[in-house]
């Protein structure tokens, strides 16, 4: 941790501390932040132009990972690393501006959705400050969420981006990455606005699709899964891909339990979830 921890300060402390510059990362020029809830900016060098000067109308959400805040920053700011993001959201309700919107953060990596695969061009890519599940997994602190939600509501209006269109890494790279899990509270975001959810289906006992089914259902429920944006081949055959975009689906959209298990729940709630997109999304997901 930078000395002092960022979640025990309080809101003088808040207002008066600078956020130190990670080690080994070079002054950059500084830029106008996009967002009036910014307290900081650190530029990145690792960024780009968006591709075919596409504009984002999608938000990726991912925690860190990472067992320190100073070596998160160092990752994201330091030339070389080839990744960074648009913005971080600090324990303590901090929020940091790394990459303008106006261009390409390289947060999201390999990753696909709703049929495009350029998934950084599209979006604006906000790390969370957490630890992750290879260091703990610790809960998301409330003034943490509530500046997320904060940041996501001013992008939101700047890009018109959809409810359906705020997604978590997990979500767009699922064979790949967890964030931001099972304990990030996708419920509280919608409840002010941010983002698309339903109430789970009660989990029963019920009937199952799990790895190794085959046949017309799988077939199903993997069109389910891609009509709703996941990048799933759609072959009858519940195989690992499938088991990962399960798994994925539930961290989001069923977190009670998560385990890549097609249960009655699931499906109800990807259903659910599906009948809630507009009516244009439906349409073209039905063409395609």
């Not at 320190?68 to 600090?90: F, I, N, P, Q």
């Not at 289906?201 to 429920?221: F, K, T, Y």
Request: glycine share 10%; charged share 20%; net charge neutral.
């Amino acid at each position: 941790m930078l000395s002092g921890s960022f979640a025990s300060a309080g809101s003088e402390s808040k207002r008066r501390r600078a956020v130190p510059l990670p080690k080994g990362i070079v002054a950059m020029q500084t830029f106008t932040p996009d967002s009036s809830v910014v307290s900081d900016v650190i530029p990145s060098p690792n960024f780009g132009e968006r591709n075919k000067a596409r504009q984002p109308d999608m938000i990726v959400l991912h925690y860190t990972g990472m067992p320190d805040v100073e070596g998160a920053l160092t990752r994201l700011c330091k030339a070389g690393t080839e990744v960074s993001a648009h913005y971080v959201v600090l324990e303590d309700g901090r929020i940091l501006q790394c990459v303008p919107e106006s261009k390409r953060a390289w947060h999201a990596g390999v990753a696909h959705w709703a049929g495009e695969d350029d998934i950084n061009s599209c979006s604006i890519g906000i790390e969370i400050i957490n630890r992750g599940h290879d260091w703990g997994y610790p809960d998301y602190p409330l003034r943490q969420i509530a500046a997320v939600i904060a940041l996501c509501r001013g992008i939101i209006i700047r890009r018109n981006v959809q409810p359906h269109r705020v997604l978590g890494h997990s979500d767009v790279a699922p064979a790949r990455k967890k964030d931001p899990g099972e304990k990030f509270p996708w419920r509280a975001l919608a409840s002010s606005g941010v983002g698309h959810w339903v109430e789970p289906a009660p989990i029963d006992a019920g009937a199952v699709l799990r790895h190794g089914a085959e046949g017309e259902p799988v077939q199903v429920l993997q069109r389910a899964l891609a009509d709703y944006g996941y990048g799933i081949a759609i072959n009858g055959k519940f195989d690992h891909a499938t088991f990962e975009v399960v798994t994925a689906f539930q961290r989001h959209f069923r977190p009670e339990k998560v385990d890549g298990i097609a249960d009655g729940s699931t499906l109800a709630t990807l259903h659910a979830l599906l009948g809630g997109l507009p009516v244009e999304v439906r349409t073209a997901a039905a063409l395609g």
